[in-house]
């Protein structure tokens, strides 16, 4: 598109003085920095002080987990212990009603002895209770479909067994059974030897510990089965957690520290475990997450607080220089607005003077100026300078037919397909008056004028305007065109060049209009 004269562009908004400015801004970003570091160096404290306590909470727990680990370790281990010393001497005396006789008292006093053990049995090859701990004999009872008896006679393994909490048919009471299978000379299946641990002794060792009001302890078997827990509702005992996500990751290794919901009651705690060294147990010490950082989230409060005050106080303190220094660049800002909005104006008003306000073209007064300073340049070049005056065709009978508006529109589309045909930035295109154009076309001879004028003639003729007054039944336009080439008897002023395209543009209006002639070379007219 032809760039000869720059329409003026709108002013940018205008900026606030620049000290003004940077002093206001300055003064913000100390305030808005103070405060930040305060909250910055308060938050990092704080996130210290809860590691520092999580940390802490870890440790407790990792020693605690240690400690119930190798407790429960070693009650079980002991309980194996005694009854690979019955099982030992049941095998190598046959079982004999005598070798029975004689166990009696012996397992009496094992029971007496261990706090932890509530009873201890010795089943036959059936289930049928030979002899047991306790006072009265019941020679009538079965235990063969209990689920340690139905292991350990189908298996030939003589590991010591643990099994889930079972309620106890000769007390009545929750009891944890262990169990070893004992076998006769041959190497067959001769019965079981079972001693029963105390739900309640295990129960009172967890309550002894301090764990919180919403900590946890449990007991587990490595397969996931719970034992014992704290809380303690009896549903839970002998309840598997080996489906929950919880009890995969405590599976994963040896011991350890993970934090996650409960599969049982949804609390979040920090969970400490360890499996045990010589059984297949599993101690879980869990202190819960809110209770771990309770005292942490009230010293961070306060904190919190106190720094909310001291920043509320350097705020109001900058509040009032940052108001003071706004209000100055406010003043200074409205002062340099209203002078801008004046050199808009003026800007404006000369635009509006060198542009048409119908079509956008550059107009008359702009024409003039931009000849002028084309003819001079290339008189001290010696270059061309071509004119090429264009008038729409039977304007006013289409003015008529249409009405003035779309008379209007009609020049519009026009100066938009001339403007479309003019490429280089030196060239203009102009409305000259009425339904008449003017193209410059500086540093341009008439060959070359000649192809442009075509161009802007056909380009016209391309929107296919219909023009029923018109013999071609469409819109058109005739061009005149001429050129100053610096020869002897060419044009050498603007006024005679411009001359020279009227009379060529009247040429080509009384040879049939629909075409560009050229006085200087008549044979060259383009036509359609």
């Known amino acids: 598109m032809p760039v000869v004269l720059p329409r003026p562009p709108a002013p940018p908004t205008p900026p606030a003085p620049a000290g003004k400015d940077r002093s206001v801004t300055s003064t913000v970003l100390f305030v808005v920095l103070v405060a930040l570091l305060l909250v910055a160096s308060n938050v990092w404290l704080a996130w210290r002080a809860r590691d520092a306590e999580w940390q802490q909470a870890s440790d407790s727990a990792r020693n605690l987990t240690h400690a119930v680990s190798q407790q429960s370790d070693a009650m079980f281990a002991e309980v194996g ?5 019955v099982v030992y001497e049941l095998e190598r005396s046959d079982m004999s ?10 397992l009496v006093t094992h029971v007496a002895q261990a706090e932890h053990l509530h009873g201890m049995f010795i089943f036959g090859r059936d289930g049928s209770w ?34 889930k909490p079972i309620v106890s048919r000769s007390s009545g009471v929750w009891v944890i059974p262990v169990s070893r299978r004992i076998d006769d ?14 739900v309640d002794y295990v129960l009172g060792l967890l309550n002894g510990l301090k764990i919180g009001e919403k900590g946890a ?17 009896t549903e839970d005992l002998g309840r598997s957690l080996a489906d929950s996500a919880l009890y995969r990751v405590l599976a994963e290794s040896r011991a350890g520290t993970t934090t996650a919901p409960s599969p049982i009651d949804g609390v979040r705690r920090l969970i400490s475990f360890e499996h045990g060294r010589n059984n297949p147990l599993l101690i879980a010490v869990a202190l819960a997450e809110d209770e771990v950082l309770a005292q942490w989230r009230r010293a961070a409060s306060v904190q919190a607080f106190g720094i909310l005050l001291l920043t509320a106080v350097i705020a109001l303190a900058g509040g009032g220089v940052i108001r003071a220094a706004r209000l100055r660049r406010d003043v200074e800002r409205d002062l340099t607005a209203a002078r801008d909005a004046l050199m808009l104006a003026n800007d404006q008003l000369e635009h ?44 006013k009978k289409y003015n008529d037919l249409f009405g003035h508006p779309s008379g209007d529109e009609c020049l519009r589309q026009v100066a938009k397909a001339l403007e479309s045909s003019v490429r280089r930035p030196g ?33 016209v003729r391309a929107l296919e305007m219909p023009h029923p007054e018109s013999p071609f039944g469409y819109l058109t336009v005739s061009g005149g065109l001429a050129c100053c080439d610096w020869t002897p008897g060419a044009p050498d002023s603007a006024q005679a060049l411009l001359a020279q395209a ?17 006085l200087a070379d008549p044979g060259g007219a383009s036509s359609p």
Do not use: W
């Open 97 to 106: 009603p005598e070798a029975l006789e004689r166990l009696q008292p012996v």
């Open 352 to 395: 509006l003077a060198e542009h048409d306000g119908l079509t956008g073209l550059y107009n008359r007064r702009a024409y003039d100026r931009h000849i002028a300073d084309a003819m001079a340049r290339c008189r001290r070049s010696r270059t061309p300078v071509s004119v090429v005056m264009f008038d729409v065709d039977f304007f």
């Open 130 to 163: 030979l002899v047991n701990s306790q006072p009265v004999q019941n020679p009538q009872a079965n235990n063969a479909d209990r689920a340690y008896f139905i292991h350990h006679r189908d298996s030939p393994s003589t590991r010591v067994a643990i099994g």
């Open 81 to 85: 212990r005694v009854l690979a010393s």
């Open 185 to 198: 000379a041959d190497g067959q299946f001769a019965g079981v030897a079972l001693g029963t641990i105390r």
């Open 427 to 459: 060239d203009l295109v102009a409305r000259y008056g009425g339904e008449e154009f003017v193209i410059v076309l500086p540093e341009t001879d008439a060959s070359g004028a000649a192809l442009v004028a075509s161009a802007a003639r056909a380009a």
């Open 217 to 233: 302890i449990a007991l587990l078997l490595g397969d996931g089965t719970i034992l014992v827990r704290r809380p303690f509702f």
């Open 502 to 518: 009227d009379a060529a543009l009247y040429a080509a209006k009384q040879g049939g209009r629909n075409a560009v002639r050229s």
